[in-house]
């Protein structure tokens, strides 16, 4: 088996010596007594290395010069670098980091920390590498998804109008290379590589109002009449109205970048186009590169209407303003690479275009201007947890990984923004506001139960009451413990722990099944109720909390008159009522007969809130008045007690059905003995 191979860097023999003792029974070790030596080693080997162990205080070319090297070549990008030096100041420490290096070692050293160092670092680049081999396959394989939905539309569009079926794919492509020309050029837009992609795709959609357009315009081989033309421009509101109509996924970037490119891709830049006349930066850059493109292949292609222009032709007059003004910056790009663009539309293949998106978005990734290793992986993380964002969006659950050493919490961006933290949290066990959502010893009785998984059994799950900004929710978090078989077996520091946490829905479906809800209502029964509220009373949390008691007025009446059976119907109209005014953080639940049970929490301003719901209550089902009265206790006087809580709402629904019902009344100390005393 051939052994992986480390370079040593250092003007001393004995410090060489020594580190090759140390490490040349797992490795095959070169060695520099130079940065001359050791740049001119790396302009031959660099490929061939695993590792680099550098002296920073050596003549001729020191350990920085030798970091700048590195950098200029882009070895330091596929080649991690571990410092070890007696100069350890702070600034020093920071160039070396800054310049790109994974690790620090300060002479003198301990054995055993160089080889632990040495074995982690590489096995963070054999992990590196092959998280780098995933991305690469899951972009090229999205990719390909997209440039088939792209062919299908663009045949589908081909046979609608009179366009070629090539028009779709040739505004993809100039969308592309303008966009990535622009970035370029300026910063003003802030584009990213996955912006140019999501732009580029929606493009696909640009035309697809067309599809409302009667033929007999859509493919007139002359001249449109003024009526005509009116009509023909409807289509861009109209793609934008289709796209609007989608009942999933608005949200995703995707779908708002194609509703911006059907709206406004025939918008100019001095206003003078339609259909809302916007001018300038009003119209979203992604509407108008498009529109650039549509101009500019609808110029070079055969159209019923007209001859294709020439290449030359069709920039000249994009240029000089016969088709309407467009933004500078985009016709610098287009003039600047019209070579470009006549080369990208002749003979550029889909293989092609997609090989280059792809190394594109792989250099994007494994950029590092300033940043070490360390910081590379964690852009690699983020980019694979972008895969799985659209999923944590759809499903709506908290998903994270966990890496152990360095401590790191990772939160898909919909996790983040539910829960109102960063997406990733450095030494999460001391974060306040991480601690605060878990609550009081959670996150250690978490850390015990991965520490007892085992590769044979990797998975936990254990049920946690989690603070979320509308308040707690039972959650059962699933955690599965990933283990390395590299060439030190067991749970590695920086191997992920994907944690799964699923919402109060999940909570009230196993609810379901352990026959914890009224079977009329589908509410939670008193029991379960009270479990619940109970847990909640003693979470610590700093909201205020109330419990609301009211039956109905009049029920018998409803049964007497009308049967038993409608008056089943009649609890089931309140419970959809109750349900539909309250929040999923509050606990409501029937008690008995027609009696139903409200825990609420809150901060401010609870008369308010009970006054909503006790009129959304209320109302009329069958010619049944449906009237309730409500009494509700505060823990103000109550305290954080259930028992406390349920007797003096009782005794505040007692005191209200005496003053008349069809109202909602608060405990007072003088409803103490409103209640008869229960014997023991």
């Avoid at 409803?558 to 119907?569: L, S, V």
Wanted: aromatic fraction near 6%; charged fraction near 30%.
């Amino acid at each position: 088996m051939r052994k992986e191979k480390i370079l040593i860097v250092d003007d001393s023999e004995m410090n060489r010596s020594i580190l090759a003792d140390m490490l040349s029974d797992s490795y095959e070790v070169l060695e520099a007594e130079d940065g001359v030596r050791a740049v001119a080693l790396l302009s031959r080997q660099a490929s061939e290395l695993s590792l680099l162990l550098l002296d920073i205080v050596m003549p001729r070319l020191d350990g920085f010069g030798v970091l700048e090297a590195m950098k200029v070549h882009g070895w330091i990008r596929d080649l991690p670098v571990i410092v070890i030096s007696a100069e350890n100041s702070p600034s020093q420490v920071e160039r070396a980091y800054e310049l790109g290096v994974t690790d620090f070692i300060t002479r003198p050293f301990d054995a055993l920390i160089v080889r632990r160092r040495v074995v982690n670092t590489l096995l963070l680049s054999v992990k590196q590498k092959r998280l780098i081999d995933m991305v690469e396959e899951q972009v090229y394989e999205k990719e390909r998804h997209s440039d088939l939905m792209i062919d299908i539309l663009s045949h589908i569009m081909e046979f609608r109008n009179g366009e070629s079926g090539l028009h779709i794919l040739h505004v993809r492509t100039l969308t592309d290379l303008l966009l990535s020309h622009l970035t370029r050029r300026t910063d003003r837009y802030h584009l990213t590589m996955a912006d140019i992609a999501v732009i580029s795709t929606a493009s696909a959609l640009h035309d697809i109002g067309k599809m409302t357009i009667e033929e007999k315009i859509l493919n007139k081989p002359g001249k449109l009449t003024p009526e005509e033309f009116e009509i023909m421009k409807t289509h861009a509101a109209a793609g934008e109205a289709m796209l609007r109509e989608v009942p999933l996924y608005q949200d995703e970037p995707l779908v708002k970048v194609a509703r911006e490119i059907c709206r406004w891709h025939h918008e100019r830049y001095d206003g003078r186009g339609y259909p809302d006349g916007l001018q300038g930066d009003e119209i979203p850059i992604s509407a108008q590169v498009v529109a650039m493109a549509d101009v500019y292949d609808a110029l070079t292609s055969q159209r019923v209407y007209k001859p294709p222009f020439s290449h030359e032709q069709a920039v000249k007059m994009i240029v000089g303003g016969e088709c309407g003004a467009f933004n500078p910056l985009l016709l610098a790009c287009l003039e600047e690479n019209a070579e470009e663009v006549r080369t990208a539309l002749q003979t550029e293949q889909k293989d092609a275009i997609r090989s280059r998106k792809l190394q594109k978005i792989s250099e994007e990734t494994l950029r590092s201007e300033g940043g070490g290793a360390s910081r590379r992986t964690l852009r690699l993380l983020d980019r694979e947890r972008i895969r799985s964002s659209f999923y944590a969006s759809m499903t709506e659950t908290v998903q994270f990984e966990f890496n152990a050493c360095p401590a790191m919490l990772t939160l898909s961006a919909w996790s983040a923004r539910r829960l109102e933290l960063d997406e990733i949290i450095m030494d999460p066990e001391r974060d306040p506001r991480l601690r605060g959502i878990l609550g009081e010893g959670t996150w250690e009785r978490l850390a015990r139960k991965l520490a007892a998984t085992s590769p044979e059994q990797p998975e936990m799950r254990m049920d946690i009451p989690l603070r979320y900004p509308e308040g707690i929710r039972w959650s059962r978090v699933v955690m599965r413990s990933l283990w390395s078989d590299a060439m030190v077996p067991g749970l590695e520091g920086s191997i992920g722990i994907v944690i799964d946490i699923h919402d109060t829905r999940q909570r009230l479906q196993e609810l379901e099944e352990k026959a914890s809800l009224d079977a009329l209502t589908g509410l939670l029964n008193r029991s379960s109720a009270r479990e619940q509220i109970e847990v909640r009373l003693q979470s610590g949390s700093p909201l205020r909390f109330a419990l609301a008691l009211f039956d109905l007025d009049f029920f018998k009446s409803a049964n007497d008159t009308c049967g038993h059976q409608f008056g089943d119907e009649v609890l089931k109209f309140v419970a959809r009522r109750l349900r539909s005014s309250v929040r999923g953080s509050d606990i409501c639940c029937r008690a008995g007969g027609d009696e139903f049970l409200l825990f609420l929490e809150y901060k401010t301003d609870i008369e308010r809130t009970v006054e909503r719901i006790f009129r959304s209550i209320c109302g009329e089902y069958g010619g049944f008045r449906v009237s309730v009265t409500i009494g509700v206790a505060l823990e103000d006087t109550a305290g954080r007690c259930y028992e406390n809580l349920f007797r003096q709402a009782d005794a505040a629904l007692y005191s209200a059905k005496r003053a008349g019902r069809g109202r909602f009344c608060f405990y007072e100390n003088s409803m103490e003995n409103l209640l008869p005393a229960v014997e023991s």
